[in-house]
């Protein structure tokens, strides 16, 4: 069970084009889902929490207009990274929380390089 | 300010031998805390997790860490070390804030040699 997926797993776009990423929890409703950037070799640097039909709440530092998060329902998650520019390329990666729960369940990732 | 500290950031072992990663904490007040392994390609997979109770936890893969309150440590150990063992560790816990954000460490790259 706690199983997240995350589509696509690998993109590659134009500069100046928008990517949407998807991140659905498969067989648990999250309430709470965190949206998370990997650069090579380095940690896990939070972009955003998201609760269902609310607004995100994103971290000092980034764009919100840039970095768009939508989370529509108890199971999905969207990260629309628009007008996407070759420093944008990384390593995207979503988790996500059921209610009362104190563990995070984290997706495979999504590989963005922007040409 | 909150805070984990992984001291190594690259470690190498020979396959059989023993290891332990270190993690230490900054916070006000017992966290609760986690290690997470990233092979390469791979997603984040949980290896154990400490919320209370006994201060030895086990996990996967033959790993185990200690929390010790008086040393701010939730270190992580392995008795023999496996080549498929070699990856990117991540020390982590959980703040008390609302929606409860990881604060992780920068990670411990661990190479194992035949």
């Known amino acids: 069970g706690a199983v997240v997926s995350q589509h696509p797993s690998r993109v590659i776009c134009k500069s100046g084009t928008s990517v949407k990423i998807e991140c659905r929890s498969l067989d648990f409703q999250a309430t709470t889902m965190f949206w998370y950037r990997q650069f090579p070799k380095k940690s896990l640097m939070l972009m955003a929490t998201?609760?269902?039909?609310?607004?995100?709440?994103?971290e000092q530092g980034v764009e919100k207009d840039k970095f768009l998060i939508n989370h529509a329902s108890l199971t999905l998650s969207t990260l629309t990274v628009t007008s996407a520019h070759p420093e944008d390329s990384s390593f995207y990666i979503c988790s996500a929380r059921p209610p009362s729960f104190d563990e995070q369940f984290f997706g495979p990732g999504t590989r963005l390089t922007v040409l | 300010a909150q805070s984990v500290t992984q001291p190594d950031i690259h470690i190498t072992v020979s396959e059989g031998a023993s290891l332990e990663l270190r993690c230490n904490y900054s916070y006000g007040a017992t966290p609760y805390l986690f290690w997470y392994v990233q092979s390469p390609g791979q997603g984040l997979q949980l290896l154990l997790k400490y919320f209370s109770g006994d201060t030895l936890v086990q996990g996967i893969k033959g790993f185990e860490a200690e929390f010790k309150r008086s040393q701010s440590s939730f270190n992580l150990r392995k008795p023999s070390v496996h080549w498929s063992d070699a990856a990117e560790y991540f020390c982590?816990?959980?703040?008390?804030?609302?929606?409860?954000?990881?604060?992780w460490g920068l990670g411990t790259s661990l190479a194992v040699n035949p």
């Open positions: 982590a816990f959980y703040n008390a804030g609302n929606n409860r954000k990881l604060i």
């Open positions: 998201s609760n269902e039909g609310s607004k995100a709440t994103y």
